[in-house]
Nanobody
Framework: QVQLEESGGGTVQAGDSLRLSCVGS??????????MGWFRQAPGKEREFVAL????????LYSDSVKGRFTISRVTAKNTVYLQMNDLKPEDTAVYYC???????????????WGQGTQVTVAS
C-alpha cells in the first residue's frame, strides 16, 4: 500500500522559491493510471486545487492563480512528484497536500489518497 509523504515546506520571503516533494512510500507502487495532484488549504478557507499531472505521461493542469509560477513534475523511478514554486506571494501561504486519484480532475473529491501536508509560509 503506497503512502504519500510531503516535504519541502518552510517560511520564505515574497519572491523566493521552494520545491515540494511527495514520495510514495511503503513498498507499493503508484499505478500508471494514477493522477497526482497538489492542493492547498489556507486558514479559514476551503482546500483548493493547485496542479496535477498524469503519472504515466507529461500531461499537466494548473490553477490560474499559480500558472506560470509553479511547475509540477514527476520522477516515476523515484515514486516522487514535485511542485516547484517560484515567485512566491503571501497569498500562497497554506498547507500543501499531495494527493492520488484516478481522474484527470481538479476536484479534491476525485482523489482518494492524501498526504499529511506541509506548511508553506510566505512573508511579505
Amino acid at each position: 500500500q503506497v503512502q504519500l509523504e510531503e516535504s519541502g515546506g518552510g517560511t520564505v520571503q515574497a519572491g523566493d522559491s521552494l520545491r515540494l516533494s511527495c514520495v510514495g512510500s511503503g513498498g507499493g507502487r503508484i499505478y500508471s493510471s494514477s493522477v497526482m495532484g497538489w492542493f492547498r488549504q489556507a486558514p479559514g478557507k476551503e482546500r483548493e486545487f493547485v496542479a496535477l499531472t498524469r503519472w504515466s505521461r507529461d500531461s499537466t493542469l494548473y490553477s490560474d492563480s499559480v500558472k506560470g509560477r509553479f511547475t509540477i513534475s514527476r520522477v516515476t523511478a523515484k515514486n516522487t512528484v514535485y511542485l516547484q514554486m517560484n515567485d512566491l506571494k503571501p497569498e500562497d501561504t497554506a498547507v500543501y497536500y499531495c494527493a492520488r486519484g484516478s481522474q484527470y480532475s481538479s476536484s479534491s473529491s476525485d482523489y482518494f489518497q492524501w498526504g499529511q501536508g506541509t506548511q508553506v509560509t510566505v512573508a511579505s
